[in-house]
């Protein structure tokens, strides 16, 4: 009988890590590419930020998408991510 219970738990729980995982990854952001000229149809976010070598940048997302830049690398990479 201990050893039933203790496989029935074993599963439950490996069931259970299984959900998360999926969950966590249906989570994931979507990283997207910026539109650099003002959309003329459609909503959408206008993004800036500044890089030390760069200089102030600017770009497009859709409304809501978040802004991401990145000024890590040469060029800075600007992204949109979808939450």
């Not at 496989?7 to 729980?13: I, Q």
């Not at 966590?24 to 959309?39: Q, S």
């Not at 909503?43 to 600017?58: D, E, I, N, P, V």
Request: proline share 6%; with cysteine; net charge positive.
């Amino acid at each position: 009988m201990s050893l039933l219970r203790s496989r029935t738990t074993a599963v439950l729980l490996s069931l259970a890590a299984a959900q998360i995982l999926a969950a966590e990854e249906g989570r994931a952001r979507v990283l997207t590419e910026p539109v650099y000229v003002r959309p003329i149809y459609g909503s959408y976010r206008q993004c800036g930020g500044a890089c030390l070598k760069s200089g102030s940048l600017s770009w497009f997302c859709g409304a809501r998408q978040q802004c991401s830049l990145d000024c890590a690398t040469a060029p800075p990479v600007r992204r949109c991510a979808s939450p």
